[in-house]
T-cell receptor, first 115, second 112 residues
Framework: GAVVSQHPSWVICKSGTSVKIECRSL??????MFWYRQFPKQSLMLMAT?????????EQGVEKDKFLINHASLTLSTLTVTSAHPEDSSFYIC???????????FGPGTRLTVT | GENVEQHPSTLSVQEGDSAVIKCTYS??????FPWYKQELGKRPQLIID?????GEKKDQRIAVTLNKTAKHFSLHITETQPEDSAVYFC???????????FGSGTRLSIRP
């Protein structure tokens, strides 16, 4: 089946620093990748949708200058949390979808803790 | 805008009994409805999905029903087992849509 990986699985950083999270589709070409944030005991909240080779589309309320998304290839998308603050601490999950298909496959998530 | 409501938020059932989780969606153009199971600290896993041209779909102990007129869809788990304990999310999307809209989740606990 389709496999999506994320790296790192967890990261602790200091307030004010930037953190990059990678999302890779391992056995298929992901024309679209999605980035979600999930706070404890809450649902997945879509942050942005990225299509390979084009700018990401951000959901309302998500700061594009704070959450930088790059989808440079059909197998890799990155999310950079810039100038991280403690309130950015969350579980970040990516998902990927192949062209023409509706199913999304999720990565294992990255737990970010900002101290 | 698009919205998916999910009930109940928590559900506790005796092992062996059935569990039912219900969702409603707002956009009548929605035509694909996946269900995900998420264990603590792990990724959501697709467990079953249904398209709008079908009213019911079953896969062993789990089934999903869809009422397009009422814009309702439900997940049914029969003969529940301890390993069914998890958070379940319904979702909806539509033709040509890029994104999936998730429900708020149901925390299912199976009592031994």
């Amino acid at each position: 089946g389709a496999v999506v990986s994320q790296h790192p699985s967890w990261v602790i950083c200091k307030s004010g620093t930037s953190v990059k999270i990678e999302c890779r589709s391992l056995d298929f070409q992901a024309t679209t990748m999605f980035w979600y944030r999930q706070f404890p005991k809450q649902s997945l909240m879509l942050m942005a949708t990225s299509n390979e080779g084009s700018k990401a589309t951000y959901e309302q309320g998500v700061e594009k200058d704070k959450f930088l998304i790059n989808h440079a290839s059909l197998t890799l998308s990155t999310l950079t949390v810039t100038s991280a603050h403690p309130e950015d601490s969350s579980f970040y999950i990516c998902s990927a979808r192949e062209a023409g298909l509706r199913e999304q496959y999720f990565g294992p998530g990255t737990r970010l803790t900002v101290t | 805008g698009e919205n998916v409501e999910q009930h109940p938020s928590t559900l506790s059932v005796q092992e062996g009994d059935s569990a039912v989780i219900k969702c409603t969606y707002s956009d009548s153009a929605s035509n694909y409805f996946p269900w995900y199971k998420q264990e603590l600290g792990k990724r959501p896993q697709l467990i079953i999905d249904i398209r709008s041209n079908v009213g019911e779909k079953k896969d062993q102990r789990i089934a999903v029903t869809l009422n397009k007129t009422a814009k309702h869809f439900s997940l049914h788990i029969t003969e529940t087992q301890p390993e069914d304990s998890a958070v379940y999310f319904c979702a909806a999307t539509w033709e040509r849509a890029s994104k999936i809209i998730f429900g708020s989740g149901t925390r299912l606990s199976i009592r031994p």
